[in-house]
């Protein structure tokens, strides 16, 4: 059940305790649910929820830097739909991941170099998704936005998330952030109480003020759903 806010996918990204994933997965607009399998994160799961928990939502696990039968391992084991890749991953390892049945997000820090290059190198790996993500040296989740001119540069076809500090003050920026390419948006730390602790009613609030905000250049959401 994709609820395709304003033709944007959603996906709320580090994710733990079960009463939180379930309430979270059940917001309208919600399409991703993702669990952070590194363990240098402060939102590591050690155990994943049930998947009655997020019924009509897919399930993404996010990796770094770990072997490909680990990840599938992993993936059969917790039910999960998508993976997401944050280190240094090859485009073989993506499209042996894609050729497994999963679905392959690819991670890139929101730089000129990868945004121009490196991108480019993935183009044909069987990503689903790419995720621009603010640079940072732990691998994302520093709560900090970067300056999204910098994506005006990506002329990949691979639709993208864009990730890296969004919080409840983004709509406006938001609104006006266009690109043909863009797919949606990844939510994380800004929405939090503490640490894999979500921020149901501030989410559901901004998912509301976001549906009802005119998003322009949609993509139809048909060519992106994972």
């Known amino acids: 059940g994709y609820g395709m806010i304003g033709g944007r996918l959603i996906k709320v990204c580090g994710l733990r305790a079960a009463d939180n994933v ?21 939102r590591c799961v050690t155990d994943v929820p049930d998947v ?9 696990g996010v990796f770094v830097d770990v072997p490909a039968e680990q990840i599938v391992a992993t993936a059969h084991r917790y039910g999960l739909h998508l993976v997401q890749l944050h280190g240094h991953e090859s485009p073989d390892m993506c ?17 000129p170099e990868a945004v121009r290059n490196d991108t ?12 621009f993500d603010t640079p940072t040296a732990s691998h994302g989740g520093s709560g900090r936005t970067f300056d999204w001119h910098v994506l005006q540069d990506y002329v990949g076809q ?19 952030f266009t690109h043909p390419r863009l797919a949606g948006y990844d939510l994380n730390s800004r929405f939090e ?5 979500k921020d149901v009613e501030a989410l559901r609030t901004f998912l509301q003020r976001l549906g009802g905000a005119s998003v322009p250049g949609q993509t139809s959401p048909a060519s992106v759903r994972p």
């Not at 979270?24 to 669990?35: E, H, N, R, T």
């Not at 480019?120 to 995720?131: D, E, I, K, M, V």
């Not at 109480?193 to 602790?197: F, H, Y």
């Open 158 to 176: 691979t639709p993208f998330l864009l990730g890296g500090g969004l919080g409840p003050d983004a709509l406006d920026a938001l609104s006006r």
């Open 22 to 42: 379930s309430a979270v997965a059940a917001l309208p607009g919600v399409d991703l649910v993702g669990f952070i399998f590194h363990p240098a994160s402060p």
């Open 193 to 197: 109480r503490c640490p894999a602790e």
């Open 120 to 131: 480019t190198r993935y183009a044909t790996s069987g990503c689903r998704l790419f995720l």
């Open 95 to 111: 499209r042996h991941l894609a050729d497994v049945g999963l679905g392959v997000i690819k991670a890139f820090p929101a730089t």
């Open 52 to 60: 009655s928990l997020t019924d009509g939502v897919r399930r993404v």
